[in-house]
Each structure stands twice: as C-alpha cells, then as structure tokens.
C-alpha cells in the first residue's frame, strides 16, 4: 500500500522553524487524535473527549490549535527541536526536512517484528535565511504567517478527503493503529523523522538508513 | 451499493446534524471572543461532549442559534449562516466574514456503516473548522478589540449567505464537507480581505457641520427664514437627521440580513451635493451684492467680496465707514484687498457670512432685498476693472473709473473732489509760525497794550463813509 504524501516547502528563520514545523504538525495531529478508548467487559468501548488548546506563535504571526495533552505537545517538541538544533547548527547547510508519519502494524508472526506500514506522511522541507534588521524581521514574520495559513487550510482541504484511515481497531488491536501511550490523547500511530543536510545529500540517506536500522532494532 | 437507510438511521443523522450545527457555531463565536480557547481533554465523555470534542455550549450562542434553527434539522435549501462583523466605537460596522453551513441534497452517499462514519468524519469537520477559524484574518482583529476601540460582533440567520457586503476581493474557503444519506454537508467561509473601514458616524466632527454650511433653508436668498428657529437649531437639526438615518442603517445591518454595509451619510451628503452648489452660488451673489450692509452688531469680517463687485473709492464712499465708527474698518479694507487678490476664498467666506448670520439675524434680511435690487446695476459695472483699492485712510485716486463719469470726466471730477478735500489755506495764514512757537500770554500784552489803536482803527472804520 502507498502512502499518501504531502510535502511542504518553507523558507523561514532560524528561530521560526520550530514554531513553522509545530504548526503544522500540531494541525495534522489534532485531525489524527481521537479521546482515550476505554474498554468494557462486554468488548464494546466508549471513546473520550478530545480538549484543544490555542497556540500562540512568538516568531511568526500566526495561531494554532492542538490537542490539549501536554504529553503529546513534549514529545513533538522534543523532536522538532532536536530537528531544529542540527538545523541551525554549524555543520548543517541550512536546509532540512522532517517528517511525521502516521502508520499501522501488522500482527507479528512468531519472532518477527510487527510490520509497519506508513499510510500518510507530512513532510516539512524547511530552508533557512538569515535577516539583517528587525524591519526584514518582521515582514518575514508576516509572510511566513501567511505562507502557513495557506498550509493549514490545505491540511484541512485534505484531512476532509474520503481517503484512507485505518478501521476502528478491536481492544487487542488497539495497539496496532493507535498510539495509547499517551494519557489523555489517542493518536494514530506515528513516528517523526527528520534529516538536516538536505533532501538530495547522500549523508542524509545514510543517517536515514541508520535511522531507520536503529528504530527497527528498537521495535 | 446501496443499502437501505432506515428511520432509525435517518433520526440519528438528523441528530448528528443538528448538533453539528449547534457545535459549529460556537466554534466560530467562541473564535472571534478575542481570548485564547483552552479545553481539557476528559476520559469520559458527557452527554454534551458531542463528536467527542470539548466544545463549550455558550447560553447565549446556543439559545440564538436554537431560536434560528426553530426546532427544525438544518435546512437543504438554506444555510445557516454566521456573519462576524467589526463595530468600532463610533458605531461604524464591517462585516468581516460569513459562515455557511449548508446541505447540497443532490449530492447522497449511500455506502453501508454510513452512520459511524458519518458521526467521526464530522468529528475532522469540526477539527478542521476549529483550525480555519484561527487563521483567517478576523482572528488577529478579534484578539485586538476593546471596548475603547472596536467589538466583533455576530449574526446567525438562516438564509443565503450575504457575501456582497465583504467588500472587494473578499475570499472563501471550503473548511469541510461530508457525503451524507440526505446530501452533502458543505462548511464554508467567505471573508473580508480589505480591512479600510469608511467612517460612517459623522455627527459630531466638522464635515457635518459644514454640509450644514449649504443648508438651502439658510440661504439668504431663499428668503425661507423663520424667525421662531434660532441659527442655532438649525445645526442640531441637521444632525439629528444623519444620526436617524445612521441608526436606522445600523439597525438594518444588525438585523435585516438583507442588507449590505450601511450607507454612509457622507454618501448622503453627497446626494445633496448639487443642492449644496446652487446654495453657495446663492450666498455669493448675495455677498457681493451687499457689501455695505455689513450689519451694526455683525461681524465685519468679509473677506468674499467678489472683486469685480467691490464699490470703488467713489467720492464720500468714506463717509460710510466712518459712520459705522467701526474700529475694525482698517482690518476690513485689508480684508477686502485680500478678497481681490484671491477670489478663492469664497467658500469660507460663506462659512463666516454663515457666522454673522447666525448672529445677527435681523440686520441681515433687510439688506437682502436691497441688494437683489441692486444686483443687476452693479452686475453691470462690475466688469470694468478695478486696479486699486485705499488701504489707509488717504483718500488716494489712482486709475479710477466712476461708475457715473466717463473717462475724460473722471480726472476733472477727481482734481474737483481733492480740492474740496484738502482747500487751500488762505494766503494770510501761510506765513504763520508755527503754533508751538507762539507764546501765548506774550501775545496777549501785545494786544492789551495795542488796544487803544485798535479802537482807534476800528472808530476810524465806522466814521468814515461807505464808498460802496
């Protein structure tokens, strides 16, 4: 099965990048978080309700909104900002990209893994400039505000698609379509990727791949 | 494949639509509140927490859009609609945006599990709209207002969408849409791009009051004073009629949705525009015809004397300002020379002519109708050029054309006017010293010891024999 893909192109300053990733990330996560299930005895389940929350940007002019789980919020921070550091550091060129990707598993078989199976990945292709002065500042700041407004409407535009979603799983599937490790959120599966020198760099392959080996061996 | 929708199913989906309706509408209100929303997530969802979603169920928001809605599921011909709109604190309105939440009916899905998956998809609708609302431009504004500066306000009606009051190059959205057994669940949003708002509440700044300036019942000319209504309420009374007519626009636009922006009463002013021309045209030639009726308790600044009408230093012209004993007369010649060499100043000239009207009344209409009687001979002179006119009290004749001499007469008549200004002194007296120098009471011995030839002289004149 192909997953869908959407990718997104942003030029923005360096401090603005993990607000830019955030927002868009958070948007797609609300749309791909449901409440926590909980079981009865009789297999049957009632869902939770899903709180959100308004996010103001510091950089970019700009509000979002995300689900209401301060666990979710950390560990997507944890992830953009690890992003954001090799992005902005000395070695990297300025360009980047990360992905979040929300996938299924397949029940493993005897000693193999669970296969996973991405079916829809945002990619956030980021490249950075630098501004002199606070006038250039605060144009970019709008831009890019306006740059993002276009995004959200377009991951609304798509999230409303009858496309593809994985089926409401039984109580011992849960775990292969959602991710419950959060207390008060159940999102879809989902890992974040991210490579910092750029898309055609032979090195970003190469730590793709040892990313990928190692995430594989974690699992 | 179709398969069979049952009662039951068409109930819940009723159900589900009305209240995604119902949610829908407090995420777009609760949006433009201007304070950043937060709501908890909950483990266990209550009979409130529809698609699974905390959204707060605000009284009044939920009681309007009940009363809208009438009881009835949400309607395939019209939409229920929400108009966000900007009020600033003088009362000026803007429609910022409309919301539309409508059902095309031709459009049916008809796919088996429909239910389900109807009530989650709508779940991702209301995410979405939750996301839309954010980043649409009266976002920013809502967070902005003040009650000091300007309220979002909002409208929910049950009718086409009017988007023809989003001004130019407004845009819309489609935030969602939903095949549904009973058609297409279609959530869009139209909304303002040019934020200019036009101020439309004038009441109380000068462009009001000048409109009042041309008001046809002040003209003198029309002759249509009315004595029982001072100057002064003329003013309010104008106002008083653009402030009915703003309320009234106001009141149309907040609750007659068929309505566009209200018309502004500079619009209106401008209706009255050729009215408002006729009027000044009125008040020149009336000014200019009454040059010397400048009234006694008026104010004799008139600086709009059309410069072909001012009367020349004619001959005793200066014995008109000098009756008046105006302090003020050296102020009115530069006044008038300002006139000439600027005929421009006409439209605030009628303003202060407007001024000494107000205040004088009486002396005013009087003059009136001498001047229309006048107007005619004094048009008929009035193109022949004047090049000078005194500005001090020396009477000084330069280049003068009498209006009742012709050209080779006027110098005769001139020299004669000077002579009888300035006469000559006597012969005897030229030789005089000067006052300062003679001392008086030394003069007076002089005579008193001279008295008896005197009377010598003056008994010699009587005795002798009158040759005559």
């Known amino acids: ?219 | 494949m179709a398969m069979k929708f049952s009662n039951q199913d068409k109930k819940d989906l009723d159900k589900f639509i009305k209240f995604l309706a119902q949610k829908s509408v407090q995420l777009i209100v609760q949006s433009r509140l201007g304070e950043k929303v937060s709501t908890p997530c909950k483990p266990h969802s209550t009979g409130t927490d529809w698609f699974n979603l905390n959204i707060i169920d605000l009284p009044d928001v939920l009681f309007e859009t009940k009363r809208v809605l009438n009881g009835e599921v949400l309607s395939t011909c019209l939409p229920l609609c929400v108009e966000i709109s900007l009020r600033t604190a003088e009362g000026d309105q803007m429609v910022l945006e409309t919301w539309s939440f409508g059902i095309l009916p031709e459009r049916c899905d008809w796919s088996p599990r429909i239910v389900n998956t109807v009530y989650n998809r709508m779940t991702i609708m209301l995410k979405s709209l939750a996301s839309v609302t954010r980043v649409l431009p009266a976002y920013k504004l809502s967070r902005k207002q003040g009650e000091d500066t300007f309220v979002i306000c909002y409208r929910i009606y049950m009718d086409e969408p009017q988007i023809h009051c989003l001004g130019e190059g407004y845009k819309c959205v489609r935030v969602a849409q939903l095949y549904t057994p009973v058609g297409l669940l279609m959530l869009s949003v139209a909304y303002r791009t040019k934020m200019t708002i036009s101020p439309t509440h004038t009441d109380r700044d000068s462009i009001m009051l000048k409109s009042d300036h041309f008001n046809t019942n002040l003209s003198p000319k029309n002759g249509r004073y009315d004595d029982t209504r001072g100057p002064d309420n003329t003013v309010p009374s104008t106002l008083s009629v653009a402030k009915e007519g703003q309320l009234a626009c106001r009141n149309v636009t907040k609750l007659g949705p068929d309505n566009p922006v209200p018309s502004t009463p500079s619009l209106a002013k401008e209706g009255h525009l050729p009215c408002r021309y006729d009027t000044n045209e009125d008040k020149i030639t009336s000014l200019s015809d009454t040059m010397k009726k400048i009234g006694a308790f008026a104010d004799c600044k008139k600086k709009d004397f059309e410069s072909e009408l001012i009367i020349p230093n004619a001959p005793f012209s200066r014995l008109f300002t000098v009756s008046k004993a105006s302090p003020k007369s050296v102020e009115e010649n530069d006044l008038m020379e300002n006139a000439i060499n600027d005929c421009r100043t006409t439209v605030d000239s009628v303003e202060e002519t407007k001024e000494s009207e107000r205040l004088t009344e009486e002396p005013e209409i009087e003059p009136k109708t001498v001047s229309n009687g006048n107007s005619k001979q004094e048009r008929g002179s009035k193109l022949e050029a004047l090049t000078m006119v005194s500005t001090n009290d020396d009477f000084i004749m330069v280049d003068l054309r009498t209006p009742f001499g012709s050209v080779t007469e006027n110098s005769e008549l001139g020299r004669f006017y000077r002579e009888w200004q300035a006469a000559p002194p006597l012969q005897a007296f030229i030789d005089l010293p000067p006052l300062e120098e003679v001392d008086v009471s030394k003069q007076l011995e002089n005579f008193e010891t001279e008295a008896n030839e005197y009377n010598t002289v003056l008994q010699s004149l009587c005795q002798s024999p009158n040759n005559n």
């Open chain 1, 1 to 219: 099965m192909n997953a869908r893909s959407q990718v997104f192109e942003l030029t923005v300053e360096g401090r603005q990048a993990d607000e830019a990733v955030a927002s868009i990330f958070h948007t797609v996560l609300l749309h791909r978080s449901l409440g926590k299930f909980f079981y009865n005895n009789e297999g049957s389940y009632s869902i939770g309700t899903l709180g959100y929350t308004d996010v103001d940007c510091d950089f970019i002019d700009l509000t979002y909104v995300c689900c209401s789980s301060a666990s979710l919020d950390e560990m997507l921070k944890k992830e953009i900002s690890c992003f954001s550091e090799q992005l902005r550091g000395n070695e990297g060129t300025g360009m980047g990209q990360i992905t979040l990707e929300f996938f299924q598993k397949k029940p493993s078989r005897w000693l193999f893994q669970p296969e996973c199976i991405p079916w829809e990945v945002w990619t956030v292709r980021l490249e950075l400039i630098t501004l002199n002065n606070e006038g250039q500042r605060q144009v970019c700041r709008e831009k890019v505000g306006e740059l993002l407004t276009d995004k959200i409407l377009y991951i609304t535009e798509v999230m409303n698609r009858h496309e593809y979603v994985p089926k409401m799983p039984s109580h011992s599937e849960l775990g292969l379509i959602f991710d419950s490790s959060f207390p008060d959120v159940q999102p879809y599966l989902f890992k974040v990727n991210y490579s910092v020198a750029g898309p055609a760099a032979g090195s970003s392959v190469g730590s793709s791949v040892k990313k990928l080996i190692r995430e594989t061996l974690l699992l």
